[in-house]
């Protein structure tokens, strides 16, 4: 079983609409987790991070964590062009100072 | 403040040949974490280092290796290179690895 998944792309959304992805994590303990974008052939750069159960807003973003479920997901509102992008889930371990990641899911905005 | 650096961004190599990279952290940040990115296999840890001490290692073979200087500044190691090694290669730093990482712009490296 992977550290963590991502659920599959590629995910193709109209300009406006709501995009969303979701990532299941396995380390029980895991107390971080991180969504970034990443453009082709650029580095991934961080959108939020969340570390307690909930939702956490920022502009047109949302992460949202539910550990008993070993659950995040991140909705893209008002979705735009320049969404278009390989989204990473990726997740602390409990005691082991490396942040896995999941193979990603891209996003295609059609305008 | 300025953001992680990396040099070289771009690096051609043969076969068998060693290659060294090196990575600038974010001021004050002492956690440095280099990771290798292929089309097939995504994102892949390598190492993670902290105040000059490796604290978690990667499934990669013996010939990755690296090192943290005392002002932060980490350097990764690829020795014998072989084809499968071309990928691109991200340094992350943050004030603690389970802390946000910070990625710099990478390092592709080609091995002809």
């Known amino acids: 079983q992977k550290e963590v998944e991502q659920n599959s792309g590629p995910l193709s959304v109209p300009e406006g609409a709501i995009a969303s992805l979701n990532c299941t994590y396995s380390?029980?303990?895991?107390?971080?987790f991180f969504w970034y974008r990443q453009y082709s052939g650029k580095s991934p750069e961080l959108i939020m991070s969340i570390y307690s159960n909930g939702d956490k807003e920022d502009g047109r973003f949302t992460a949202q964590l539910n550990k008993a479920s070993q659950y995040v997901s991140l909705l893209i509102r008002d979705s735009q062009p320049s969404d278009s992008a390989t989204y990473l889930c990726?997740?602390?371990?409990?005691?082991?100072?490396?942040?896995?990641f999941g193979a990603g899911t891209t996003v295609t905005v059609r305008a | 403040k300025a953001g992680v650096t990396q040099t070289p961004r771009y690096l051609i190599k043969t076969r068998g040949q060693q290659v060294t990279l090196s990575c600038s952290p974010i001021?004050?940040?002492?956690?440095v974490s280099w990771y290798q990115q292929t089309p097939g296999q995504g994102l892949q840890f390598l190492f993670e280092?902290?105040?000059?001490?490796?604290?978690n290692k990667g499934n990669f073979p013996g010939r990755f290796s690296g090192r943290q200087f005392s002002n932060s500044r980490s350097e990764m190691n690829v020795s014998t290179l072989e084809l499968g090694d071309s990928a691109l290669y991200l340094c992350?730093?943050?004030?603690?690895?389970?802390?946000?990482?910070?990625f710099g712009p990478g390092t592709r490296l080609l091995v002809l």
């Open positions: 001021s004050g940040h002492r956690s």
């Open positions: 280092y902290f105040s000059e001490t490796q604290r």
């Open positions: 992350a730093s943050s004030s603690r690895s389970e802390e946000t990482q910070y």
């Open positions: 990726a997740v602390g371990g409990s005691n082991d100072y490396k942040l896995s």
């Open positions: 380390d029980r303990g895991s107390q971080s």
